[in-house]
């Protein structure tokens, strides 16, 4: 729990540092990593967890791990795409 919590901790300071130097400067480099943090995060979580949890259960967690991960993902997949179309301009 306490290693998760450092990783979000990290993740929330990037996505505030890129922030500020994408207003000061233009740069997305940082915001797009903090962004790209948060996705890679869930990914990694799900597949420690579908590999810790019981057979039994597997359906089930697998429904509510998508529903969460839309629900958690979204935004940041919305921000990359957005910076993204805007830096091909």
Same mark, same amino acid.
């Given at each position: 729990?306490?290693?998760?919590?450092?990783?979000?901790?990290?993740?929330?300071?990037?996505?505030? !540092?890129?922030?500020?130097?994408?207003? %000061?400067?233009?740069?997305? %480099?940082?915001?797009?990593?903090?962004?790209?943090?948060?996705?890679? =995060?869930?990914?990694? @979580?799900?597949?420690?967890? &579908? /590999?810790? %949890? +019981?057979?039994?259960? @597997?359906? &089930?967690?697998? /429904?509510? &791990?998508?529903?969460?991960?839309?629900? !958690?993902?979204? /935004? +940041?997949? !919305?921000?990359? =795409?957005?910076? %993204?179309?805007?830096?091909?301009?």
């Amino acid at each position: 729990m306490a290693i998760g919590s450092l990783i979000e901790v990290v993740i929330g300071l990037l996505l505030i !540092m890129g922030a500020v130097n994408l207003l %000061r400067s233009g740069s997305q %480099r940082l915001i797009l990593a903090g962004h790209w943090a948060i996705v890679v =995060l869930w990914f990694v @979580t799900f597949l420690a967890w &579908s /590999f810790l %949890r +019981p057979g039994s259960e @597997t359906l &089930s967690f697998l /429904f509510n &791990s998508i529903l969460g991960a839309f629900h !958690m993902n979204s /935004f +940041p997949i !919305m921000v990359i =795409l957005i910076l %993204r179309a805007h830096h091909a301009r």
